[in-house]
């Protein structure tokens, strides 16, 4: 099955469960795609995908569908809020299993509430798929993540010798030429540039520095895991929670596709909304990020900041690109989001459009603006008495 059509650019080159006790319709917020599982030995290996997630029900069906297109027998979300009317959306499509996240699913694990953490909610919930689920790999990625296929999985997975337990899938991130259109999914993506920093300063100047590895997110990839191996954790997979990594194999082609904020305003929320986890934000983000964030907090209007560094960090202009393409690091996947809905989950009728998606949050990332601008005058107003 096919659902995304992707082809490199001619400019720059190609260069999980069931557990008995949790209700599957709303108990965490973990979708889940399945087709039977053939027992021949000479089968392709099977493959399944798990998210921890909290976003519009447009990025859920779009998410759901496209990988379950790609080929996915499962997909399994766990939807962090018990009561997100994504859920029920989410439960339409065919072959798609949802889970909430409520008391109930937390108690199974020994927690009166949910984990203060975001990576210990996705993790426990990733490995209770791990541990149960009947397809052969495992791939854990946030909702906002696009498993990229330009060439088929399992000739990648043929790759993988036993002497790896999982499959490294370096990822990709969305940035915009010039100006921002009007669908959630266009853009084109960059890699990453470990250890070339003298590349990333020629490419981005003084911005490098708020950037990581040349990217605006994370650089690490994340993994699809072979059944009944190690623990699965945010990036990689480990002997055990917080243990050494097991042995890995890099995809060739396979890539992440990273969009780091639907759109600017969504990026301005995500931002605000880590802010709001205080101290705990330190184990989610890396320092880059994190000094953007201090940075959007510091501004009198941090809304209209965060759109502004975001534009500052997510636009190229054509110098950018053109020196990303000469160094093979800007992709251009040709995604049909809609055409994968159209194929997997007829029924939905869903807007794509980047100022339909903004409209959804566009309450939350005001309040949260403004709450912090007036957090800003009680602080002052107290070192002032």
Known sequence: MAFCRVAPSTACGHSILNRPRVPQLFDCKC??????????????????????????????????????????????????????????????????????????????????????????????????VFEQSRSDWLLHVDADEFLWLPQPLGDELAQVTDAADWLHIPNIERCWLDTYGDDMFEGVFRGPMTGRHDLAHSVYGQRSKALSAGLGGYSAGKAMARRGKGFLAIHKLRDTEGGVPRPSKTAESARILHFDGITPRHWALKNLRYAAQGAAMNELLNRERMATIGAILRAPDPERAAVRVHEALYRLDHQQARALADAGLLYEPDIDIAGAVAKIAPHLDMDFSAAGFDRLHARELSLRSQAIVRQKRRAKRRVGT
């Open 31 to 128: 979708l889940i795609l399945e087709q039977p599982i053939p027992s021949d030995a000479g089968r392709e290996p099977q493959w399944s995908v798990v998210s921890t997630l909290r976003e519009p029900a447009q990025l859920v069906v779009a998410f759901a569908c496209h990988h379950l297109a790609q080929g996915a027998q499962k997909v399994h979300l766990f939807f962090d809020l018990p009561d997100d009317p994504a859920a029920r959306v989410a439960q339409e499509i065919p072959g798609v299993e949802v889970t909430l996240c409520d008391a109930g699913h937390w108690a199974q694990f020994g927690y009166r509430s949910p984990p203060r953490t975001q990576t210990k909610r996705q993790t426990l919930n990733a490995n209770y």
